[in-house]
């Protein structure tokens, strides 16, 4: 099989190809299947991956700029181990209906990547970059969980302001000291999320569900949006009584 930029491979089993220092820039791969694979070094940026399954798969030095993975599959066949990305390139990158439950992504950047109503339960980021430098003084942080499951993610010391955390499901993720300030999190639930230390100043939580979130344990919140029929529990995990006028 012929491993080059802009190849076009439907409905193959890839798994015995060498993909360490590949070149598939601009590439499409559609319902293709790829176990153990050792992407090191390897060129994806601008790829197209569509209903292909990639499992027990390690991405370390990749450059996944631009790729889009749609309605593709990261964990192994139990649904208990996902893929590792380490020290690679996702600026950009988007994952639409992609299932990266138990992914961990490590030391890699991150910044304008897109999530859209994916599975990342039990992921896991660590050092993960959201930010660009454009200048001496200016830095900018861009990413998109959007609809996305990440019940019992580790989302630990996370720096995502102002980013678009929309719909999401953050059920017993971990969030301490995550930086969330100006978030969009309309709709997101995060029940019994731990975020003892995170920052939720600026945040838009409207319609959220926030049972079992104690503003006491954050540490900012000036500026929070909250909607009417949530300041009733904030202001009771506050230890304020709440009588009917």
Known sequence: MELEPGCVIEQTDLSDCDFADADLAGAMLTGCVMRDVQFSGTCLQDARLTGCRLIRCRFANVDMRDAIFDNCSFVDDAGHVGAQFAFSRLDQTRFARTDLS????????????????????????????????????????????????????????????????????????????????????????????????????????????????????????????????????????????????
Do not use: W
């Open 102 to 245: 138990f992914a961990k992504f490590d030391r890699s950047a991150l910044f304008g990547i897109e999530f859209d109503a994916c599975n990342l339960r039990g992921a896991a980021f660590h050092k993960a970059d959201f930010s660009r430098t454009f200048g001496r003084k200016l830095v900018k942080t861009a990413a998109t969980i959007r609809g996305c499951n990440l019940e019992f993610a580790d989302l630990n010391g996370i720096r995502m302001p102002d980013c678009d955390l929309s719909g999401s499901n953050f059920r017993e993720a971990v969030l301490f000291d995550a930086d969330l300030e100006g978030a969009d999190l309309r709709g997101a639930d995060l029940v019994l999320a731990l975020t003892a230390g995170a920052k939720l100043a600026r945040a838009d939580l409207r319609e959220a569900d926030v049972a079992g979130l104690n503003p006491k344990e954050l540490a900012s919140l000036d500026g929070l949006i909250i909607s009417a029929d949530q300041q009733t529990h904030l202001l009771a995990a506050m230890g304020l009584e709440i009588y009917p006028g």
